[in-house]
């Protein structure tokens, strides 16, 4: 969507003098923004009793970004042990790092649980064992097969590899009750970039349900729940925004619900990343060449490296180039980089204004799992990353890939086996 006019209004009348200065292309994110949906979506929760989002690292895994996360009082979500890194650089400890890993390896489990620990959501029922020792608190991810729908980007929950079944979630529990586990979650992670609130206050309904059976069964009483990530954004400009004070006010509804029925209720986490920084960063990339063969493309500095997201999902992110107003003479264009593979486009068929060669083309909607989804195939290197703060100042929080960081890998002690 047209990012904040707060965001463009601020970014675009220095924009020409921030890419002479830094050159391009670049990730740019607004301080002011993240700092504005952080405290709206803790507003929308206000009433929530132990209210807590942890921000989805992967989404933006940049220290900068992070230490303000941790200013707004987020946790963090991590699933790596670079992003447990990431995390405790910010000072995250213990309860404020949620490790919701996948096919965990033991290396990753002994990171989770160094440096005071972290709330480990597994998985698996098969990792309760391999986990080197069962933490005081547990928490499970559950996967409610047909029960649920799921969408484009994870994938139907039957068909998702994530999660425990129905059936296992029982066993699971009374398993890490009986290692010693003391105190539990229970997590889901259904959809992503949803726009429906109602599809997330189902989820809540659905983890309180569960919540409930295994509790009389087990006569146990769950710390929290975590109903996951993926609220969505509107990419395009006739999608509507997530409606994030009908979440908190309905799910609060539920949980008053639960409390009078069972006499207790749990704390409610949440997982978001793009609803979060998505919206607040732009891909500024400068025009290189325009070519005329059946169609006209408009080649740009920057390529699918800085920007996964149309290549993979065939997702839209909408332009503006500087400067420039869309108007009737817009001509249909496809924007692409460099790469050799024809993925490598930025839009489709797009109606843009006349770009020349010079032009800063703004690629909206970068602020989440956009730098961070990055690859090097073609030996295409990533792009920098710059922070817009919120005194209006522009800061490097992260070079540009060099070749020197490509061909790092290659320096190494020589190493071979042979049959002998
Ligand atoms: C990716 C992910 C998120 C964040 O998803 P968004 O769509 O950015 O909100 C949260 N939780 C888990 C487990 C994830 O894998």
């Excluded at 601020?10 to 952080?38: K, V």
């Excluded at 290396?107 to 989770?112: P, V």
């Excluded at 539920?254 to 409610?268: D, I, N, R, V």
Aim: proline letters at 5%.
């Amino acid at each position: 969507m047209p990012i904040s006019k707060n965001f463009s209004q601020r970014l675009y009348p220095d924009l020409r003098s921030i890419a002479e200065h830094f050159g391009t292309p670049f990730h740019i994110y607004d301080e002011q923004g993240i700092r504005d949906t952080g405290l709206q979506l803790q507003q929308a929760f206000a009433q929530v009793k132990g209210f807590r989002e942890y921000y989805a690292v992967k989404a933006l895994p940049n220290p900068s970004i992070l230490r303000i996360m941790a200013d707004l009082g987020f946790g963090f979500d991590c699933s790596s042990i670079a992003e447990l890194q990431l995390a405790r650089e910010v000072g995250a400890r213990g309860e404020d790092i949620m490790f919701t890993s996948n096919n965990t390896s033991p290396e990753e489990f002994i990171a989770a649980q160094a440096q005071g620990g972290c709330i480990v959501n597994l998985d698996d029922i098969g990792l309760i064992d391999k986990m080197p020792q069962m933490p005081e608190q547990v928490c499970f991810r559950y996967n409610p097969g047909t029960a649920r729908s799921g969408n484009s980007i994870i994938g139907v929950p039957e068909e998702a590899k994530y999660g425990l079944t129905h059936e296992q979630i029982f066993v699971a529990f009374e398993k890490a009750q009986a290692r010693g586990a003391k105190r539990f979650g229970l997590h889901t992670m259904l959809a992503s970039n949803e726009r429906n609130a109602d599809y997330m206050v189902q989820t809540t309904q659905m983890l309180l349900e569960l919540v409930a059976e295994v509790g009389a069964a087990l006569n146990i009483e769950f710390d929290f729940i975590n109903i996951g990530g993926g609220l969505g954004i509107p990419y395009h400009p006739d999608e509507k925004v997530f409606d994030v004070e009908q979440l908190g006010r309905e799910t609060h509804a539920l949980l008053q619900t639960f409390a009078a029925e069972h006499g207790y209720q749990p704390k409610l986490y949440m997982e978001s990343g793009r609803y979060i920084t998505g919206p607040h960063g732009v891909l500024v990339t400068q025009a290189l060449n325009r070519k005329e063969i059946y169609r006209t493309y408009i080649g740009v500095d920057a390529c699918m490296s800085a920007l996964m997201r149309p290549g993979m999902y065939n997702a839209y992110h909408h332009i503006d180039v500087l400067d420039k107003a869309s108007g009737p003479d817009d001509e249909v264009v496809d924007v692409v980089g460099s790469l050799c593979e024809n993925n490598d486009k930025f839009a489709i068929q797009r109606a843009l204004p006349p770009i020349v060669d010079g032009d800063l083309l703004i690629i909206h909607d970068t602020g989440a799992h956009g730098h961070a989804m990055g690859f090097n195939y073609n030996g295409k290197l990533r792009p920098q990353e710059l922070l817009l703060k919120a005194d209006g100042s522009v800061e490097r929080i992260r070079r540009a890939e060099t070749l020197d960081d490509y061909f790092a890998t290659l320096r190494f002690e020589p190493e071979a086996w042979s049959a002998s």
